[in-house]
């Protein structure tokens, strides 16, 4: 299993940004995807899931209307469009597949002015 993820940066409040996850040595289409995060100094959260079939999404609370999840079978890929960014949203992104305890390096994202 591998998994790359990228599309981090240092952005300010209110911007936005698209986190992309490329995924190989699994099978794709049989597992739900997330994106996790682990703030500075603390441990890692779940930000939102995807089902199997791309017809159902759920959201931390913290980030419900800001995040959209969303998944290409046929690229193997997820992306997380992070809109109205916030200063709690800083931390190192991860993406994994549920069930699958393999994780990517992650991809920063800094929100500061």
């Known amino acids: 299993v591998h998994i790359v993820e990228s599309g981090g940066g240092l952005v300010q409040p209110g911007g936005s940004l698209r986190l992309s996850c490329t995924t190989s040595?699994?099978?794709?289409?049989?597992?739900?995807m997330a994106w996790y995060r682990q703030p500075p100094g603390k441990g890692r959260e779940l930000v939102a899931t995807i089902r199997r079939a791309g017809d159902y999404s759920e959201y931390t609370s913290s980030v419900k209307g800001r995040f959209a999840i969303s998944r290409d079978d046929v690229q193997r890929t997820i992306s997380l469009q992070m809109d109205n960014l916030l200063p709690e949203d800083t931390a190192v992104y991860f993406c994994g597949a549920v069930g699958i305890d393999v994780w990517g390096q992650g991809t920063q994202v800094t929100v500061s002015s």
């Open positions: 040595g699994f099978l794709f289409t049989e597992y739900a």
